[in-house]
């Protein structure tokens, strides 16, 4: 296995490198007939770029997305849909001096461990900005899941450090998210995670934090039993993203502070006639399989391991050696750009398993 596709019927397969000609992705088992062009991808592609605001890289890249296959006629085939974003802004150059090192918590060693080589450029796929095509796929499922479904999933920055807002989830809306450059719904939070993020950067140094991503209006039936339980699924969707350290779903590692009769959901049934659940301890997935409750989880981000602070390590005859001077144009905190990045392997996750649902039994969920 190669570890560059994800999914089993809507499968994403991404390539390209941070400071090579480009990136992007082929999406194969897409439906047919589905309205779609550039404007629809470019959006989530703007909130992922760099150099959008004060406390982002600072790389100029305009991150323009081209369908180069499987789109006729503005729809999808059904055929593989290939799309790119160009490299503008690539600076190789920078990085020259750290071809023979390895630098703290990236993956230069183990990449060189694994493969005898590695592309010392940005670090190749390594690098973050490989996000680039699971944002491109992202935003083909999420408008697939909005407009057959009406399937919303929002992301937002929930905490910085320590930092932390307990905003329901429940209530924020986009525009809300998109208010402020940290992506914090929160506004008096916002505006202290700011100031933190500013002071880390002048200090050349980074920080991390957490995303917290709800889904909502999600039908009930979605995931499968055992190994490829919904909840794993989200899990290993959003522990693939890189820098992310940690997973929650529903209560999280809150629930061993409970008794069973604090955490359990009683149900009840709707005035519709559906079924629903007073409390959602679950976050919306229980026995791995989707109750029909809005799906909350949480991301967990580790600092950014690129930082201006002189740092011990080894180069790779295994000599000690101290890095000085770090060149090139990093976050110093990823959260606000890892925002569409949650909800585009939320989405990945979810319409893969609609399609799958639809193979379950002879009906439509």
């Known amino acids: 296995m190669s570890g560059n596709t994800f999914g089993h019927l809507f499968k994403v397969t991404t390539f390209g490198e941070s400071h090579g000609g480009g990136l992007g992705c082929v999406i194969d088992g897409c439906p047919a007939g589905i309205k779609l062009s550039e404007k629809d991808i470019q959006p989530e592609l703007d909130r992922r770029k760099p150099g959008q605001s004060k406390i982002t890289s600072q790389r100029l890249e305009e991150d323009k997305v081209e369908i180069l296959s499987g789109v006729f006629e503005g729809k999808t085939l059904g055929t593989p849909i290939a799309m790119l974003v160009r490299n503008k802004d ?10 023979d090192k390895f630098r703290p918590s990236h993956a230069d060693f183990t990449w060189e461990q694994k493969y005898g080589l590695r592309n010392w450029q940005g670090g190749g796929r390594a690098s973050a900005r490989e996000t680039v095509s699971r944002v491109i796929a992202g935003a083909v499922a999420k408008k697939i899941l909005k407009e057959k479904l009406g ?3 929002l992301a937002f920055v929930s905490q910085v450090k320590h930092i932390i807002t307990n905003i329901d989830p429940n209530k924020v809306t986009l525009n809300e998210v998109e208010e402020n450059i940290v992506r914090c719904p929160d506004k008096a ?42 909840s794993a699924q989200l899990a290993y969707a959003c522990l693939s993203i890189p820098a992310a350290k940690g997973f929650e779903i529903g209560s999280g590692f809150n629930c061993v502070t409970m008794t069973g009769r604090q955490h359990n959901d009683p149900f009840y049934k709707k005035l519709d006639g559906t079924i629903g659940t007073k409390t959602n301890n679950s976050g919306g997935i229980q026995g791995g399989i989707s109750n029909g409750e809005n799906i909350i989880l949480k991301v967990a981000f580790k600092p950014t391991a690129t930082i201006m ?4 390590s080894v180069n790779d005859r295994g000599e000690l050696i101290k890095l000085e001077n770090i060149k090139g144009r990093h976050d110093p905190c990823i959260l606000p750009r890892a925002v569409p990045i949650v909800e585009a392997m939320t989405a990945l996750v979810l319409i893969d398993n609609y399609l799958l649902s639809r193979t379950n039994k002879l009906q439509n969920i």
Do not use: H, R, W
């Not at 690539?90 to 071809?99: G, N, V």
């Not at 939070?189 to 934090?209: C, D, F, P, Y």
């Not at 602070?309 to 011990?312: I, N, V």
């Open 90 to 99: 690539a600076s190789p150059k920078d990085y020259e001096y750290l071809k």
């Open 189 to 230: 939070a916002a505006l202290k995670m700011i100031k933190l993020i500013e002071k880390i950067k002048k200090e050349g140094n980074s920080v991390g934090g957490i995303i917290t991503c709800i889904a909502k209006n999600i039908p009930p039936g979605l995931g499968e039993p055992v190994f490829d339980k919904l």
């Open 309 to 312: 602070k002189t740092q011990e």
């Open 151 to 153: 399937i919303i999933i």
